[in-house]
């Protein structure tokens, strides 16, 4: 499992920092400020979660927690569901998309929450 989410943090960084680029040269002329916004939001998010999903893996190599893998795999619906509907939206202007966004939160919170269960669980 830790290298599955070892992989999956490295290609969701690197997947993150392009698509930050491709907003910043790329979309800026392009978008509304509104929708350009959103899809910036969904790079930020995605960053942040590509580092924790390497730091679960870091954690998953020293022990084993069916909350750390739950946290992963939380982690990684959260980026698809929250930052991918934000790429959707903001590329599309489809509004269709707006709904998704909410359960790539709570998927978000989830695997905070079950990192929280982990570490307190498991981490003396």
């Known amino acids: 499992m830790a290298k599955i989410f070892l992989v999956l943090a490295a290609a969701s960084g690197f997947v993150a920092v392009g698509l930050g680029a491709f907003a910043a040269h790329g979309l800026k002329s392009r978008l509304a400020p509104k929708l350009l916004s959103a899809f910036e939001t969904g790079v930020q998010y995605q960053m942040y979660h590509a580092l924790a999903l390497l730091a679960i893996a870091l954690l998953l190599r020293h022990f084993s927690s069916a909350w ?5 795999w939380l982690m990684i619906a959260g980026t698809v569901l929250f930052s991918g509907s934000l790429y959707a939206l903001a590329l599309t202007g489809l509004r269709f998309f707006g709904p998704i966004t909410p359960i790539g939160g709570v998927c978000f919170l989830l ?9 307190f669980k498991h981490v003396k």
């Open 68 to 72: 750390l893998s739950a946290s992963g």
């Open 111 to 119: 695997g905070w929450i079950s990192l929280f269960i982990a570490a």
